[in-house]
């Protein structure tokens, strides 16, 4: 299944997310929508939830995180200060500490994610975005869809990840880098 269609799928799915709250809360957090918080969890102050989330076990959310749309985040995972994450699918064990957006991105697992990192999800002509799958850059139908990220991954501080681009399992990035990927969008 291509990764923009699993993305649409787990989206639907998120859609009929039931609030259930295992974990804690801060109460300087805000949740404005549905929240399954797995055992363990912790959400700290400032952090805003909007939409509908789902975060699995053992997860440090925040301080002043926003995650907005349809969100799933794995178990062991750390989604820092200043991180935003739209729209998007995080396996386990993904560390995303400071200053990153994630829009509309499908992150494998054992992913650490430097600070400042921007996984784009629009191009400036707001064109189709096109993504490779099975060898092939194929249409998306989509204006708005980030990256996928394979497991095992590295990606060095200041990154840019352009949209549609699917960066291999164990992929290391250079702190600083703009990745273009595989195939031109």
Same mark, same amino acid.
């Given at each position: 299944?291509?990764?923009?269609?699993?993305?649409?799928?787990?989206?639907?799915?998120?859609?009929?997310?039931?609030?259930?709250?295992?974990?804690?809360?801060?109460?300087?957090?805000?949740?404005?929508?549905?929240?399954?918080?797995?055992?363990?969890?912790?959400?700290?102050?400032?952090? $805003?939830?909007?939409?509908?989330?789902?975060?699995?076990?053992?997860?440090?959310?925040?301080?002043?995180?926003?995650?907005?749309?349809?969100?799933?985040?794995?178990?062991?995972?750390?989604?820092?200060?200043?991180?935003?994450?739209?729209?998007?699918?995080?396996?386990?064990?993904?560390? $995303?500490?400071?200053?990153?957006?994630?829009?509309?991105?499908?992150?494998?697992?054992?992913?650490?994610?430097?600070?400042?990192?921007?996984?784009?999800?629009?191009?400036?002509?707001?064109?189709?975005?096109?993504?490779?799958?099975?060898?092939?850059?194929?249409?998306?139908?989509?204006?708005?869809?980030?990256?996928? $990220?394979?497991?095992?991954?590295?990606?060095?501080?200041?990154?840019?990840?352009?949209?549609?681009?699917?960066?291999?399992?164990?992929?290391?990035?250079?702190?600083?880098?703009?990745?273009?990927?595989?195939?031109?969008?």
């Amino acid at each position: 299944m291509p990764p923009w269609v699993r993305l649409q799928k787990t989206a639907a799915e998120l859609l009929h997310l039931q609030p259930a709250c295992r974990g804690q809360v801060h109460p300087l957090a805000t949740v404005n929508g549905v929240l399954e918080l797995g055992e363990g969890s912790v959400i700290k102050p400032g952090t $805003v939830i909007e939409g509908h989330v789902r975060i699995g076990k053992n997860c440090s959310i925040g301080p002043n995180a926003y995650l907005r749309g349809q969100v799933s985040i794995g178990d062991n995972c750390v989604i820092g200060n200043a991180v935003e994450i739209k729209s998007s699918v995080l396996g386990n064990s993904v560390f $995303v500490s400071h200053l990153t957006y994630i829009g509309d991105s499908w992150l494998e697992d054992d992913i650490n994610v430097g600070g400042g990192c921007i996984f784009s999800n629009f191009r400036h002509d707001a064109a189709e975005i096109r993504m490779l799958h099975q060898g092939k850059l194929m249409p998306t139908g989509l204006n708005k869809l980030g990256c996928c $990220v394979g497991a095992h991954s590295r990606i060095g501080c200041k990154c840019v990840v352009l949209p549609g681009r699917v960066l291999p399992p164990y992929t290391q990035t250079y702190p600083g880098t703009v990745y273009t990927g595989s195939g031109k969008a």
